[in-house]
C-alpha cells in the first residue's frame, strides 16, 4: 500500500460546503472499490510508481516524467501506447501521487456534455477545497474535431490538468491546437522480463493476486506465458488468472501451472493489429523495408503478419506493385509484370489461396537486384518541370495540326528519328532550352540495367 494520503484526507476537515454534492469531492478515494470478482488485471492494478514495472524512459528515476510527478509539476499531456503497456495505471498514479482528483472518461462512450459536467466540478472543486483534477480520457484520439476543441479553453487556463490516452500517433489523430498544448510521452510494449516481473507480483500477492492460490510456474512456462502476452500486462495477467482456475491443487495445495494447461487456455492467440491504425501502417513499413533491402526471409515474416491478422490482400498486392516499379525498377523489368500479375491473381483467388502469389512475388521482389534509377530520375525531371512550368514547348516538337500552327513554324525543324542512324538525331533538343542538357536518369550497376547503361554510353 501506498503511503499517499487518502485524496478526501487534504480538505474534507469539517462539513460539506452548502450547494455542493456531500460526494463530489469523496468519491475518488485512493484504492478505488472493485466489483466482487475483478479479474486479476484489475486486482493488480499498480498504486504508485514503485508497484509499476517497466517503462523506465519515462518513468526512471532521472527521467522528464518523473520528475514532473515528483515535483507535483505535472502539466497536461497525452500518453501514446499500445494496450496493456499502462496509460490508465500511470495516469491514476500521477493523481495519487500529486494528490490531485482523478476524474476519467472514456471518448468511446462519453461526448461533450460529460466534458463539461467534469470541468464545471473540477472549476468548483478548486475553488472551494484548493484541491486540482486531473482530467483522463482514454482512448483520447476516438474524440472527433469539435469534442476536442471543446478541452482547449480549459486545458489553456488549467482547470484541469489532461491527461490523454491513446494508441495511436497523435501526429495522426489529435488536433493541432490541442496537441500543442500537451506533452506528449511513448509508452513501449512490455519486454520479457517486464512481464516476468509483473507475473511474479501476481503470484507472490495475498492480498489482490493469487498468492492465497499457491502457485507455482516454472521459467520455461513463465517464459511461454510473457511471449504470448506480446508485450501486453492484462493479457499476460489474463493467461496467468486462467492457467490458474483450470489447474487443481495436488495433495499438498500447489497448483502447478505446465505449459500443456498455458497452450489450452491461449489456443488462438489474439494479434494485435489495426486496420486502420498503427499496426496497419508500422507493420507495411517494415515489409516495404524489408524487401528494399533483399531479406525475402523477413519479408515472408512481415507478410504473414499482415496476412493472419485480416490484412486486405489487395492492398499488399499494390505495395508490391509499387515496390516492383519504385525499388526493383530496371534492374529487372520482369518484376513489374510479375507484380501485375499477382495483383490480377490476388482480386481473382481472393483469400485463403491470394496468399500463395503474395508469396511467390515478395520472395522474387526480394531477391531481384535493386534500382531506384527511375524513380530518382523522375523527381530530379519533376523539380525542373515545376521551376519551368511555363516555359513554352519548342517549336519543332509541337503538331502543326491547323494552318495557323504551320502558319507560326509548329514543326519546323523537326528531324524524324527513323530517317537517322540508329534511329537517333544527336542533335536534335527536345526540351526548353532553360533546362536543355540537365541529367535525371543514372542507369544504374545491377541486373539487366547494366545493359542499359552500356547502351547509353553508345549515343
Known amino acids: 500500500m501506498s503511503n499517499v494520503p487518502s485524496s478526501r484526507s487534504r480538505f474534507n476537515s469539517g462539513s460539506t460546503p452548502p450547494g455542493v454534492q456531500s460526494d463530489l469531492f469523496e468519491q475518488n478515494s485512493e484504492v478505488p472499490m472493485l466489483p466482487t470478482g475483478a479479474p486479476l488485471a484489475a486486482r493488480m492494478r499498480p498504486r504508485s510508481l514503485e508497484e509499476f514495472v517497466g517503462q523506465e524512459d519515462i518513468v526512471g528515476d532521472e527521467c522528464p516524467l518523473r520528475r514532473m510527478i515528483d515535483a507535483d509539476e505535472v502539466d497536461s499531456i497525452i500518453l501514446w501506447g499500445p494496450p496493456g503497456s499502462g496509460k490508465t495505471t500511470l495516469g491514476s498514479i500521477i493523481a495519487a501521487q500529486t494528490q490531485r482528483y482523478f476524474a476519467e472518461l472514456s471518448a468511446v462512450t462519453s461526448g461533450v456534455a460529460e466534458v463539461r459536467r467534469l470541468i464545471e466540478e473540477a472549476r468548483d472543486r478548486e475553488s472551494i477545497s484548493g484541491r486540482r483534477t486531473i482530467l483522463f480520457i482514454d482512448e483520447l484520439h476516438r474524440f472527433n474535431r469539435a469534442q476536442q476543441d471543446a478541452l482547449l479553453p480549459h486545458v489553456e487556463v488549467g482547470t484541469v490538468t489532461l491527461i490523454g490516452a491513446t494508441t495511436e500517433n497523435p501526429s495522426f489523430h489529435i488536433v493541432a491546437p490541442l496537441l500543442s498544448r500537451c506533452r506528449v510521452f511513448r509508452l513501449e510494449l512490455h519486454n520479457g522480463p517486464d512481464l516476468v516481473a509483473i507475473i511474479h507480483q501476481a503470484i507472490a500477492d495475498n492480498d489482490r493476486g493469487l498468492g492465497n492460490h499457491h502457485v507455482e510456474v516454472d521459467e520455461d512456462t513463465l517464459f511461454s506465458m510473457s511471449e504470448l502476452a506480446a508485450g501486453d500486462a492484462r493479457t499476460a495477467l489474463n493467461l496467468l488468472e486462467m492457467t490458474t482456475r483450470v489447474t487443481r491443487p495436488d495433495d499438498d495445495g500447489i497448483r502447478h501451472i505446465t505449459r500443456e494447461a498455458l497452450e489450452a487456455v491461449a489456443q488462438n492467440p489474439t494479434m494485435l493489429y489495426d486496420r486502420t491504425g498503427n499496426a496497419h501502417y508500422d507493420t507495411i513499413s517494415a515489409f516495404i523495408k524489408t524487401v528494399r533491402d533483399?531479406?525475402?526471409?523477413?519479408?515472408?515474416?512481415?507478410?504473414?503478419?499482415?496476412?493472419e491478422a485480416g490484412e486486405d490482400s489487395l492492398f499488399i498486392a499494390r505495395r508490391l506493385l509499387i515496390l516492383a516499379s519504385e525499388d526493383v525498377g530496371l534492374a529487372d523489368p520482369q518484376a513489374l509484370p510479375l507484380a501485375v500479375a499477382c495483383q490480377q491473381a490476388v482480386h481473382f483467388l481472393g483469400m485463403p489461396e491470394a496468399k500463395f502469389p503474395l508469396a511467390e512475388t515478395t520472395v522474387y521482389l526480394a531477391r531481384a537486384p535493386k534500382s531506384n534509377s527511375a524513380s530518382s530520375a523522375y523527381m530530379r525531371a519533376r523539380l525542373d518541370a515545376e521551376r519551368t512550368r511555363n516555359d513554352a514547348v519548342p517549336?519543332?516538337?509541337?503538331?502543326?495540326?491547323?494552318?495557323?500552327?504551320?502558319?507560326?513554324?509548329?514543326?519546323?525543324?523537326?528531324?524524324?528519328?527513323?530517317d537517322h542512324p540508329g534511329h537517333i538525331v544527336p542533335d536534335q533538343s527536345h526540351r526548353p532550352i532553360s533546362v536543355e542538357g540537365n541529367v535525371y536518369y543514372e542507369p544504374g550497376s545491377l541486373g539487366a540495367e547494366r545493359s542499359l547503361g552500356d547502351s547509353d554510353s553508345d549515343r
Open 395 to 418: 517549336l519543332h516538337l509541337r503538331n502543326a495540326t491547323t494552318e495557323l500552327g504551320k502558319e507560326l513554324g509548329y514543326g519546323d525543324g523537326y528531324q524524324y528519328a527513323h
Open 294 to 307: 533483399s531479406d525475402p526471409d523477413g519479408a515472408l515474416y512481415w507478410l504473414a503478419r499482415m496476412i
